[in-house]
């Protein structure tokens, strides 16, 4: 469901992009700053997608028991402002199914600024989408 949940979640960004030409920002953070939020806030954890109605209420994580999905055990979706011209975003699970050939410790996510490893540092049941 998580893997479902954030595709449908990247179309609506997708959406919203079409529409802007930027990602929305992460609730009232600027572009840049490395903010996010997160599910475990409720079904308007992305404003920007509801106030566009792309969405009633923006999918949560089915656990959704801790923000910063990437410790093990906290189970959230996490969206962030990653760069400072909103073409560039993080979204963000982790995964319970430890063989997932999607996740953090077989795909290697790479920064995009500088293209080195992030996975080690966390939870190897890391799955995200961040534009290319």
């Known amino acids: ?19 802007y ?6 609730g009232a953070c600027a572009y840049g700053t490395n903010c996010y939020v997160y599910s475990t806030s409720g ?5 920007a997608l509801t106030a566009e109605s792309f969405f009633a ?15 093990t ?21 982790q995964l319970e199914n430890t063989g997932d050939p999607d996740r953090c410790g077989v795909k290697m996510y790479k920064f995009y600024f500088d293209n080195r490893n992030w996975c080690g540092s966390y939870s190897t049941q890391i799955y ?4 290319m």
């Open 73 to 93: 055990g906290h189970y959230s979706y996490s969206y962030g402002n990653v760069s400072t011209d909103g073409q560039k975003f993080d979204l963000t699970t």
């Open 1 to 19: 469901r998580r893997k479902t949940d954030i595709t449908q979640i990247r179309k609506a960004l997708d959406l919203y992009y079409a529409k």
């Open 57 to 71: 209420s923006v999918p949560v994580d089915p656990v959704n028991n801790l923000s910063g999905p990437w410790t």
């Open 21 to 26: 030409e930027v990602y929305p920002r992460a």
């Open 128 to 131: 995200e989408y961040s534009p």
């Open 43 to 47: 079904p308007n954890w992305i404003p």
